[in-house]
């Protein structure tokens, strides 16, 4: 079989030497690779359809109101000097970021406090009960929000009884919608390390479960548990159903609420929050990409790349 | 003796149960508790689990039920079945179709684009810049939109959005000639696709980067041209996971609230009608219509959820 060389079948003539070739330049194209110009054709495409509405929107919030054509600033401008005379109120809105922050510090607090010491406790003590551990946090993605609303609607009426009606108490709600997507990066960095050895390990070695825990065991899961909290800050920000439903303020709600006084304002705001959303997941992804010694590596190539300069 | 206590005393196992208990007798570490090694520490090492087992019981299960059991009880608290019949109602049977339509077709169209994203991403290094974007882009748009994709929808096809400005000028072509597109329910399928191709991206790439290379190699060394591969291994080998994506897309959609609450003030799709439910009649907070069409939502999400699971099982076979 290895006889018959890949390049019977090439589309191209090998003449390129055997020697050892780059892998960019690898001639027949076997299996699923595509010819890098199918890539920038759909990915070009796919990539600039994308970015018509996100265009849009920054040049509708660009307009004169009344005067197509004319382009300016003026908006961004009104964000810090609102208009009080044409009884244009950005309260909500700046209310309604403070409370989705909020919201969000207490639903990663859920997420450290209460999902994070409970994957744990699942995978160091009852690891036959992961199923169900997952099942219960991937559950929220099968109730659809709208479903599970209708459910909030009486029980926060509870909830309004002993915590008051405050907006923060939205983030016992949100917690519940966030679940499957911070159980998913936990759960991947849980299975990538070997947390049972290594605990073992640290404890042969005479380290208390709290010492274990902070010492050993959170070290190995900050990749994990950052793109956990992230997501989670992303999908809190982003959300609107359960806001709307238990009236209360959010971004979402009043971002909504505001486009009605001044839309300009409010897209203004939508475009800043899907560029922030972007940049803040572009971080995780880098933080993300990062494996031990990359940093060291990365720091060699700069130093290479400098002494070719001075060279 | 610590390497011999280590597997006992982690207790992982149940069967080693006795074994546990005798070996916490000759074990002095296992005093200071390396695992649950007596019976009693083991039934109250189950008390960790209390607090998420609580919130998830009162904020998880307790909503669902009451969701569900409240479409079968009368306004005044009795149980009834009589709250089905709104499963008769001609507007509520358009709603469901409605959301039916909308969500197989921005599903079909989300999922035949995003594959072809996927392929074209192929080459690229996993780890690389372009991929980290395309990751976090599509988080963006699939998760966090909402609200303000409808924004950039009427910026961008509404009555004065830059399209429609633009379509006009150059090919005095009108969109919005009967009446804005974006504020009818067919006029969903634009930005409920918008949000699914990213969604597609994220779930369907892994299984596009379990092609095995050696697959495509052993079907070229057989003389197999790329045309066959596609058609005799990957397709049937992507199937599964495909079509599992699928219903994913069109779970999402069929439950996504927030982009058709922007941008349509009247029903039409079930969410909405949900919503006017809860709004206009709050009896004791509890909705009786909306809990029937939640439980209709519901009922459509475990079929799909089912068909999904059976799906990625097949999927995982080829996967690893």
Known sequence: MSAVPLTSVAVEPTTEPAAPAPRARRAPRVGAEHSRLARVVILTLVGLVFLVPIVAMFEFTLRTSGKPGVYSFAHYASVLHPDAAAGVDYTPLFQGIQNSLLICVITVAIVLLLLLPTMLFVELRYPRLRRVLEFVCILPITIPTIVLVVGFVPVYQRVAAIFGSAPWTLAFAVGIIILPYAFRPIATNIQAFDLVTLSEAARSLGGSWPVVIWRVILPNMRRGVISAVFLAVAVVLGEYTIASFLSQTTFQTALLLISQQDPYVATIFALAALIFAGILLVVIGRFGAIRPGDRERRAAARLARASRRTA | ?320
């Open chain 2, 1 to 320: 003796m610590t390497t011999r206590s280590i597997p006992d005393a982690k207790d992982l196992e149940a069967p080693t149960r006795p074994a546990g208990s005798s070996a916490s007798s000759t074990a002095p570490r296992d005093a200071r508790g390396t695992g649950a090694s007596s019976p009693r520490r083991r039934s109250v090492a189950w008390l960790g689990f209390t607090p998420f087992a609580a919130y998830v019981l009162l904020f998880l299960a307790i909503p669902a039920v009451i969701a569900v059991a409240s479409g079968f009880f009368s306004a005044s608290g009795s149980f009834t079945f009589q709250n089905l019949q709104a499963f008769a109602d001609p507007t509520i049977l358009k709603a469901f179709q409605g959301s039916l339509l909308v969500s197989l077709v921005s599903a079909v169209l989300g999922a035949v684009i995003g594959a072809l994203v996927c392929f074209a991403l192929l080459g690229t290094k996993a780890e690389g810049f372009l991929r980290t974007v395309v990751d976090a882009v599509s988080s963006v748009l699939a998760q966090f939109g909402g609200v303000m994709l409808a924004f950039a929808f009427i910026a961008t096809i509404g009555f004065q959005g830059f399209v429609t400005l633009w379509l006009k000028s150059t090919f005095g072509f009108d969109i919005n000639s009967d009446g804005a597109l974006l504020y009818k329910v067919p006029g969903l399928i634009i930005p409920y696709t918008y949000f699914s191709i990213p969604l597609m991206i994220l779930t369907f790439m892994p299984a596009m980067e379990g092609l095995k290379a050696t697959w495509g190699e052993a079907a070229a060394t057989l003389g197999a041209t790329r045309r066959q591969y596609w058609i005799r291994i990957a397709m049937p080998v992507l199937a599964p996971a495909f079509f599992g994506s699928l219903l994913l897309l069109f779970a999402n959609s069929f439950s996504s609230f927030a982009t058709a609450a922007a941008l349509l003030s009247q029903g039409g799709i079930v969410p909405l009608t949900i919503k006017q439910q809860l709004t206009s009649e709050t009896i004791l907070g509890v909705a009786n219509t909306a809990g029937v069409l939640a439980l209709g939502m519901l009922v459509i999400m475990v079929v799909v959820m089912f068909f999904y699971s059976l799906l990625q099982r097949r999927a995982a076979r080829w996967q690893r």
